[in-house]
C-alpha cells in the first residue's frame, strides 16, 4: 500500500533544553545531534542561536558535522534574530530558519499590544528576511491552537506567498482536543488556496497529556511533519514524544503514513538523551520507561507466557528494549512463578509449584518484588522435589 513520509522534525536540543536542568554543553549536543542523525530523523532544531554566544556556538558546530540531516535554527521575528541564525548556520549542508510570531488574540494582545493586521505584515516580513539566506524557511504561528481559523487561514497563505515552504501550527499551551486540532489542519487545507506549497507541521505540547493524540491526529488531516522530541522533554509537561508518535505510525498502517526513523534505536537513544541531559525517564513511560515491557499481574503474565501478543503489540526487539520481564509481586501467578523458577534452572512439577506458590506468597507479601536470590532460596528449601536442568 502506498504511504505518505511524515517528516521528523526533533527539538530535543531546543525545546528539550529548555527544561530546567537540562543544559547541554557542546560536546554533549554534538553528541546527541549525531545520534539523532543516525536515528533517522529529517530535521534537526539545534538551538536559538540569537539567545546566547554558547548556543550559536552549538548550532554552528552541529552544522559543521552533520550530513544528511537538515540543521535547523529558531528565531523570532526580529531581523536581527533571522541574521544571527543564518550566521550560525552558515556550515550547514541543508540549512533552516524557524521563524515566526504569535497569531492568537492572546499574543497579539497581551504580548505584543499589537493588532491582527499588523501582526500579518511582521509574519510576513519576517519570512522575506530569512529567504534572503536559505530556501527553506519554516514558519511558526505561535499559539495557534487557540488561533481564530479564518484569521489562521490568513496568515497561512501570506507567508506562503513570501517564501514561507513549512508552516508550523503549534499548540503551544496544549489547550486543543485531537479532534479540534485535526479539524483546524483540515480547514487550513480546505482553506488556504496556495497550501500546496507549503508541508504543515505539527507543534503541540503535553499540557493536557494529549501532545501525541494531537499530533497523530493534525496528519491524519494533513499534515507531514511532526516535531517532537526524545522522551518528550520539553517547556512545562513536555512536548510531542518522538518514540510515541513513531511507533503509533508504525502499529496503524491503515492510516497509510510513514517515517524514516530506525525504531530500534528508540532506547538506545532514550537512554543517551536521559543520561546527557540528567533527566530520568518515567517507568511507565511508553515505548522507553522501564516497565513498557514488565509484567506482573497473574493474569497478564499467563496470557502472554501462552502468547506473547495477548499483551503486548509490539516486540521490544523492535524498539531497541531489553526482553520482556516477568515481575513476581504478590500478584503473580503460578505460571509466572513456575517460568522464573525454569529461567533459574529449576523445573517443578505442578503439585510443587502450589507448594512454593504459598511460600512464594509469605514472601511477596513481605517485598515490592520477589528476585532471583529469594527464588533460589524457596527452592533451597524444597530440594527433595527439585531436578535441576544442567
Sequence with gaps: MPTDKIFIFDTTLRDGEQVPGCKLNPTEKIEIALALEELGVDIIEA????????????VSEISKVIRNATVCGLSRAVQKDIETAAAALRFAK?????????????????????????I??????CVKWARNFTDD????????????NEYLARVVEAVIKAGATTVNIP?????????????????LINNVPNIDKAVLSCHCHNDLGLATANSIAGVMYGARQIECTINGLGER????????????IRQHAHLGLHTNIKAEQLNPISRLVSETMRMPVQPNKAIVGS???????????????????????????????DISKIVLTARSGRSALAYR???LGFEFTRNDIDTLYERFLEVADKKKEVQDDDLKQLAAQHQPATTVVS
Design 171 to 187: 499548540d503551544t499551551t496544549g489547550y486543543c482536543l485531537p479532534q479540534q486540532y485535526g479539524d483546524k489542519m483540515a480547514y
Design 137 to 148: 524557511v519554516e514558519f511558526y504561528a505561535e499559539d495557534a491552537g487557540r488561533t481564530d
Design 47 to 58: 538551538g536559538f542561536p540569537i539567545s546566547s554566544p554558547g548556543d550559536f556556538d552549538s
Design 94 to 118: 541543508r540549512p533552516r530558519i524557524h521563524t515566526g510570531i504569535g497569531t492568537s488574540d492572546f499574543h497579539i494582545k497581551a504580548k505584543f499590544n499589537s493588532t491582527r493586521e499588523e
Design 341 to 343: 523458577f525454569r529461567n
Design 237 to 248: 509537561a513536555g512536548n510531542t514524544a518522538l518514540e510515541e508518535v513513531v511507533m503509533v
Design 120 to 125: 500579518l505584515e511582521r509574519a510576513i516580513q
Design 291 to 321: 516497565n513498557a515491557f514488565s509484567h506482573s499481574s497473574g493474569i497478564h503474565q499467563d496470557g502472554f507466557l501462552k502468547d506473547a501478543q495477548t499483551y503486548e503489540i509490539i516486540r521490544p526487539e523492535e524498539v531497541g528494549a
